[in-house]
Nanobody
Framework: QVQLVESGGGLVQAGGSLRLSCAAS????????VGWFRKAPGKEREFVAR????????YYADSVKGRFTISRDNTKNTVFLQMNSLKPEDTAVYYC????????????????WGQGTQVTVSS
């Protein structure tokens, strides 16, 4: 019912910036929450940020507050994750995800997933 495609990952030096994009399609998004998770090798997926499609309310993990910004463009059906002041510990595969209703910090509560985009931050 919902298809998500991430893009924008790559290699960046510590202190640099990247902007990830999540293009959504397949249904009306008014009732959805869309967010970003990340998974580093050997670790479980962890919540990064989320946004309500309808009203734009946002929520961030403590580890990225003040550095990352999630936003939406309703005309393009796209969610962005602007990542500034990147650190090596931000290195991970970043996944766009969506769920019906309100948000959650736990990945098992999310219904739809993109394929991921690799972000590598060098020292």
């Amino acid at each position: 019912q919902v298809q998500l495609v991430e893009s924008g990952g790559g290699l960046v030096q510590a202190g640099g910036s990247l902007r990830l994009s999540c293009a959504a399609s397949g249904r009306t998004f008014s009732s959805l929450t869309v967010g970003w998770f990340r998974k580093a090798p050997g670790k479980e997926r962890e919540f990064v940020a989320r946004i309500s499609w309808s009203d734009g309310n946002t929520y961030y993990a403590d580890s990225v507050k003040g550095r990352f910004t999630i936003s939406r463009d309703n005309t393009k059906n796209t969610v962005f994750l602007q990542m500034n002041s990147l650190k090596p510990e931000d290195t991970a595969v970043y996944y766009c995800a969506a769920r019906d209703g309100g948000g959650s910090n736990y990945f098992l509560n999310w219904n739809y997933w993109g394929q991921g985009t690799q972000v590598t931050v060098s020292s």
